[in-house]
Protein backbone atom coordinates (compact mmCIF):
# COMPACT_ATOMS: atom_id res chain seq x y z
CA UNK A 1 0.00 0.00 0.00
CA UNK A 2 1.46 3.43 -0.85
CA UNK A 3 0.63 6.99 -1.19
CA UNK A 4 -2.45 6.91 1.00
CA UNK A 5 -4.43 4.63 -0.86
CA UNK A 6 -5.95 1.29 0.44
CA UNK A 7 -3.86 -1.96 -0.80
CA UNK A 8 -4.96 -3.15 -3.89
CA UNK A 9 -3.87 -6.95 -3.17
CA UNK A 10 -6.70 -6.96 -0.84
CA UNK A 11 -8.96 -5.45 -3.33
CA UNK A 12 -8.08 -8.30 -5.75
CA UNK A 13 -8.31 -10.90 -3.27
CA UNK A 14 -11.61 -9.45 -2.46
CA UNK A 15 -12.18 -9.79 -6.45
CA UNK A 16 -11.31 -13.14 -6.05
CA UNK A 17 -13.13 -14.57 -3.23
CA UNK A 18 -16.31 -12.93 -4.96
CA UNK A 19 -15.00 -14.49 -8.33
CA UNK A 20 -15.23 -18.03 -6.70
CA UNK A 21 -19.19 -17.46 -5.81
CA UNK A 22 -19.71 -16.40 -8.67
CA UNK A 23 -18.11 -18.33 -11.48
CA UNK A 24 -17.13 -21.87 -9.03
CA UNK A 25 -20.88 -21.52 -7.06
CA UNK A 26 -18.63 -21.10 -4.09
CA UNK A 27 -17.79 -24.61 -4.16
CA UNK A 28 -14.77 -24.56 -1.33
CA UNK A 29 -15.75 -20.97 0.36
CA UNK A 30 -18.82 -19.39 0.83
CA UNK A 31 -19.56 -16.12 1.26
CA UNK A 32 -22.70 -14.30 0.97
CA UNK A 33 -20.99 -11.01 1.59
CA UNK A 34 -17.99 -10.79 -0.71
CA UNK A 35 -19.95 -9.71 -4.19
CA UNK A 36 -22.09 -6.84 -2.11
CA UNK A 37 -18.57 -5.20 -0.57
CA UNK A 38 -17.67 -5.16 -4.14
CA UNK A 39 -20.24 -2.36 -4.73
CA UNK A 40 -21.92 -1.66 -8.55
CA UNK A 41 -18.18 -2.78 -9.79
CA UNK A 42 -18.38 -6.30 -8.60
CA UNK A 43 -19.89 -7.43 -12.56
CA UNK A 44 -17.21 -5.62 -14.40
CA UNK A 45 -14.28 -7.19 -11.96
CA UNK A 46 -15.57 -10.67 -12.15
CA UNK A 47 -15.96 -10.27 -15.58
CA UNK A 48 -12.32 -9.70 -15.99
CA UNK A 49 -11.57 -12.37 -13.74
CA UNK A 50 -13.72 -15.22 -15.78
CA UNK A 51 -12.19 -13.79 -18.98
CA UNK A 52 -8.71 -14.86 -17.80
CA UNK A 53 -9.02 -18.74 -17.24
CA UNK A 54 -5.48 -18.83 -15.93
CA UNK A 55 -6.60 -16.91 -13.21
CA UNK A 56 -8.37 -19.97 -11.86
CA UNK A 57 -6.00 -21.89 -9.78
CA UNK A 58 -5.10 -18.75 -7.59
CA UNK A 59 -8.87 -18.08 -6.92
CA UNK A 60 -9.14 -21.72 -5.92
CA UNK A 61 -5.85 -21.64 -3.85
CA UNK A 62 -7.86 -18.05 -1.76
CA UNK A 63 -10.88 -19.58 -1.49
CA UNK A 64 -8.77 -22.91 -0.18
CA UNK A 65 -6.89 -20.78 2.53
CA UNK A 66 -10.27 -19.23 3.91
CA UNK A 67 -11.97 -22.39 3.85
CA UNK A 68 -8.76 -23.84 5.84
CA UNK A 69 -8.63 -20.87 8.39
CA UNK A 70 -12.19 -20.74 9.45
CA UNK A 71 -12.18 -24.62 9.52
CA UNK A 72 -9.29 -24.04 11.85
CA UNK A 73 -10.98 -21.13 13.59
CA UNK A 74 -14.04 -23.58 14.03
CA UNK A 75 -11.96 -26.10 15.87
CA UNK A 76 -10.37 -23.21 18.21
CA UNK A 77 -13.87 -21.63 19.08
CA UNK A 78 -14.73 -25.32 20.22
CA UNK A 79 -12.03 -25.63 22.42
CA UNK A 80 -12.75 -22.28 24.30
CA UNK A 81 -11.11 -19.54 21.99
CA UNK A 82 -13.75 -16.31 22.44
CA UNK A 83 -10.76 -13.90 20.17
CA UNK A 84 -10.11 -14.09 17.49
CA UNK A 85 -8.00 -11.52 15.34
CA UNK A 86 -7.51 -10.88 11.75
CA UNK A 87 -4.34 -9.33 10.52
CA UNK A 88 -4.64 -7.54 7.58
CA UNK A 89 -8.62 -7.54 6.91
CA UNK A 90 -8.78 -5.37 3.66
CA UNK A 91 -12.64 -6.49 2.72
CA UNK A 92 -12.82 -9.74 4.67
CA UNK A 93 -16.15 -10.64 5.25
CA UNK A 94 -15.77 -12.89 8.59
CA UNK A 95 -16.82 -10.48 11.56
CA UNK A 96 -20.20 -10.18 8.96
CA UNK A 97 -20.65 -14.03 8.64
CA UNK A 98 -19.71 -14.48 12.51
CA UNK A 99 -22.06 -17.62 13.53
CA UNK A 100 -19.82 -17.60 17.26
CA UNK A 101 -21.12 -14.29 17.93
CA UNK A 102 -23.77 -15.95 20.47
CA UNK A 103 -20.86 -17.70 22.30
CA UNK A 104 -18.66 -14.12 22.67
CA UNK A 105 -16.34 -15.03 20.31
CA UNK A 106 -15.16 -11.23 19.88
CA UNK A 107 -13.52 -10.07 16.34
CA UNK A 108 -10.31 -7.61 16.14
CA UNK A 109 -10.03 -6.52 12.25
CA UNK A 110 -6.34 -5.16 12.30
CA UNK A 111 -5.22 -3.23 9.16
CA UNK A 112 -3.71 0.34 7.91
CA UNK A 113 -5.66 3.16 9.00
CA UNK A 114 -5.96 3.85 5.57
CA UNK A 115 -7.41 0.47 4.17
CA UNK A 116 -9.73 0.53 7.17
CA UNK A 117 -11.39 3.47 5.96
CA UNK A 118 -12.04 2.72 2.96
CA UNK A 119 -13.72 -0.68 3.85
CA UNK A 120 -15.87 1.15 6.75
CA UNK A 121 -17.13 3.27 3.13
CA UNK A 122 -17.69 -0.22 1.74
CA UNK A 123 -19.45 -1.59 4.21
CA UNK A 124 -21.47 2.16 4.15
CA UNK A 125 -22.27 2.28 0.62
CA UNK A 126 -23.64 -1.43 0.90
CA UNK A 127 -25.86 -0.71 3.98
CA UNK A 128 -24.00 -3.12 6.34
CA UNK A 129 -23.76 -2.15 10.09
CA UNK A 130 -20.54 -3.27 11.69
CA UNK A 131 -21.74 -5.95 14.34
CA UNK A 132 -21.10 -5.62 17.92
CA UNK A 133 -18.72 -8.17 17.80
CA UNK A 134 -16.46 -6.84 15.52
CA UNK A 135 -13.78 -4.28 17.34
CA UNK A 136 -12.16 -2.47 14.71
CA UNK A 137 -7.88 -1.98 15.30
CA UNK A 138 -5.87 0.37 12.94
CA UNK A 139 -2.43 0.02 13.05
CA UNK A 140 -0.02 1.53 10.94
CA UNK A 141 2.70 -0.61 11.03
CA UNK A 142 5.81 1.57 10.99
CA UNK A 143 5.40 3.25 14.01
CA UNK A 144 3.33 0.79 16.06
CA UNK A 145 3.67 -3.04 16.88
CA UNK A 146 0.65 -5.01 16.16
CA UNK A 147 0.56 -5.83 20.14
CA UNK A 148 -0.04 -2.24 20.75
CA UNK A 149 -2.88 -1.90 18.35
CA UNK A 150 -4.60 -4.87 19.60
CA UNK A 151 -4.28 -4.00 23.32
CA UNK A 152 -5.57 -0.65 22.65
CA UNK A 153 -8.63 -1.99 20.52
CA UNK A 154 -9.59 -4.39 24.02
CA UNK A 155 -7.65 -7.50 22.57
CA UNK A 156 -6.47 -10.01 25.98
CA UNK A 157 -3.10 -10.84 25.46
CA UNK A 158 -3.38 -13.34 28.55
CA UNK A 159 -6.19 -14.63 26.93
CA UNK A 160 -6.21 -17.80 24.31
CA UNK A 161 -6.58 -16.14 20.72
CA UNK A 162 -6.71 -17.06 17.05
CA UNK A 163 -5.00 -14.88 14.37
CA UNK A 164 -6.22 -15.33 10.84
CA UNK A 165 -3.28 -13.57 8.57
CA UNK A 166 -4.02 -14.27 5.29
CA UNK A 167 -3.29 -12.92 2.00
CA UNK A 168 0.03 -10.72 4.08
CA UNK A 169 3.46 -12.07 4.62
CA UNK A 170 4.88 -12.46 1.30
CA UNK A 171 4.86 -8.79 1.86
CA UNK A 172 6.76 -8.37 5.04
CA UNK A 173 10.07 -8.28 5.47
CA UNK A 174 11.69 -11.08 7.98
CA UNK A 175 12.44 -8.62 10.92
CA UNK A 176 8.69 -7.84 11.14
CA UNK A 177 7.34 -11.59 10.22
CA UNK A 178 9.28 -12.23 13.04
CA UNK A 179 7.89 -9.70 15.24
CA UNK A 180 4.80 -10.61 14.83
CA UNK A 181 5.02 -14.49 15.20
CA UNK A 182 6.81 -13.87 18.18
CA UNK A 183 3.57 -11.65 19.84
CA UNK A 184 1.12 -14.39 18.70
CA UNK A 185 3.59 -16.84 20.18
CA UNK A 186 3.48 -15.28 23.53
CA UNK A 187 -0.25 -15.61 23.60
CA UNK A 188 -1.42 -18.12 25.65
CA UNK A 189 -2.86 -21.38 23.52
CA UNK A 190 -2.24 -19.27 20.17
CA UNK A 191 -3.23 -20.47 16.87
CA UNK A 192 -2.12 -18.88 13.78
CA UNK A 193 -3.07 -19.68 9.85
CA UNK A 194 -0.91 -17.97 7.11
CA UNK A 195 -0.25 -18.50 3.56
CA UNK A 196 3.11 -18.55 2.00
CA UNK A 197 5.35 -18.49 -1.05
CA UNK A 198 8.11 -20.88 -1.63
CA UNK A 199 11.72 -19.53 -2.87
CA UNK A 200 12.10 -19.33 -6.17
CA UNK A 201 14.27 -21.80 -6.49
CA UNK A 202 12.29 -24.53 -5.67
CA UNK A 203 10.64 -24.55 -8.56
CA UNK A 204 11.17 -26.25 -11.49
CA UNK A 205 12.54 -23.90 -14.66
CA UNK A 206 9.44 -23.91 -16.34
CA UNK A 207 7.49 -22.92 -13.76
CA UNK A 208 9.70 -20.15 -12.15
CA UNK A 209 9.73 -17.78 -15.00
CA UNK A 210 5.54 -17.70 -14.41
CA UNK A 211 5.70 -17.42 -10.53
CA UNK A 212 8.44 -14.38 -11.56
CA UNK A 213 6.21 -13.04 -13.64
CA UNK A 214 3.55 -13.06 -10.87
CA UNK A 215 5.80 -11.37 -8.48
CA UNK A 216 6.74 -8.51 -10.89
CA UNK A 217 2.70 -7.60 -11.30
CA UNK A 218 2.54 -7.20 -7.94
CA UNK A 219 5.80 -5.44 -7.60
CA UNK A 220 4.54 -3.40 -9.97
CA UNK A 221 1.38 -2.01 -8.42
CA UNK A 222 4.08 -1.14 -5.16
CA UNK A 223 3.38 -4.21 -3.11
CA UNK A 224 6.40 -6.15 -3.57
CA UNK A 225 6.74 -10.34 -2.98
CA UNK A 226 9.38 -10.07 0.10
CA UNK A 227 9.60 -12.68 1.81
CA UNK A 228 9.49 -16.44 1.11
CA UNK A 229 9.67 -19.44 2.89
CA UNK A 230 10.77 -23.18 2.32
CA UNK A 231 8.44 -25.38 4.17
CA UNK A 232 10.96 -27.39 6.52
CA UNK A 233 12.92 -24.27 7.39
CA UNK A 234 9.59 -22.55 8.41
CA UNK A 235 8.57 -25.70 10.55
CA UNK A 236 11.73 -25.96 12.08
CA UNK A 237 11.22 -22.15 13.24
CA UNK A 238 7.35 -22.65 14.19
CA UNK A 239 8.10 -25.37 16.78
CA UNK A 240 11.37 -23.17 17.83
CA UNK A 241 9.00 -20.55 18.79
CA UNK A 242 6.95 -22.88 20.86
CA UNK A 243 3.80 -23.98 17.85
CA UNK A 244 3.76 -27.61 18.64
CA UNK A 245 1.10 -28.61 16.31
CA UNK A 246 1.42 -27.73 12.79
CA UNK A 247 -0.55 -28.36 9.23
CA UNK A 248 0.91 -27.17 6.54
CA UNK A 249 -1.30 -27.57 3.20
CA UNK A 250 0.48 -26.92 -0.38
CA UNK A 251 -1.41 -27.31 -3.56
CA UNK A 252 -1.59 -30.90 -4.08
CA UNK A 253 -2.96 -31.53 -0.82
CA UNK A 254 -5.35 -28.76 -1.55
CA UNK A 255 -6.45 -30.30 -4.44
CA UNK A 256 -7.06 -33.22 -2.48
CA UNK A 257 -8.84 -32.07 0.34
CA UNK A 258 -11.30 -29.63 -1.85
CA UNK A 259 -11.53 -30.43 -5.47
CA UNK A 260 -11.66 -34.64 -5.11
CA UNK A 261 -8.22 -35.04 -6.29
CA UNK A 262 -7.04 -38.67 -5.82
CA UNK A 263 -4.76 -39.07 -2.14
CA UNK A 264 -1.92 -40.63 -4.34
CA UNK A 265 -1.03 -37.21 -5.89
CA UNK A 266 -0.71 -35.34 -2.60
CA UNK A 267 3.47 -35.07 -3.60
CA UNK A 268 2.94 -32.21 -5.39
CA UNK A 269 5.54 -29.25 -7.54
CA UNK A 270 6.63 -26.44 -5.21
CA UNK A 271 3.60 -23.33 -5.01
CA UNK A 272 2.17 -21.61 -2.40
CA UNK A 273 0.81 -22.91 1.24
CA UNK A 274 -1.24 -22.58 4.09
CA UNK A 275 -0.65 -23.10 7.32
CA UNK A 276 -1.53 -23.64 10.55
CA UNK A 277 0.18 -23.82 13.91
CA UNK A 278 -0.91 -23.94 17.45
CA UNK A 279 0.37 -23.64 20.47
CA UNK A 280 -0.52 -26.59 22.95
CA UNK A 281 0.06 -25.16 26.54
CA UNK A 282 0.12 -21.56 27.75
CA UNK A 283 3.71 -21.28 28.14
CA UNK A 284 5.30 -17.83 26.91
CA UNK A 285 8.01 -18.01 23.82
Not at 47 to 68: E, H, I, K, L
Not at 138 to 151: I, K, N, R, T
Amino acid sequence: MQNGQPSRTALAAAIQRAAHQTLDGGSIFRDRFARVLLGQEAGALIDAVAADPAQRQMRMFMAARSRFAEDCLDAAVSRGVRQVAIVGAGLDTFSLRNPYASLGLRVFEVDHPTTQAWKRERLAEAGLVAPASLTFAPVDFECQSLAEGLVAAGFQPTQPAFFLWLGVVPYLRRDAISAILQFIASVPRSEVVFDYSEPLENYSLERRANVAAVAARTAAIGEPWLSYFDPLELSTDLRDRGFQNLEDLGLADIAVRYLGAPKGNAAGDPGPHVICARRLDGATA
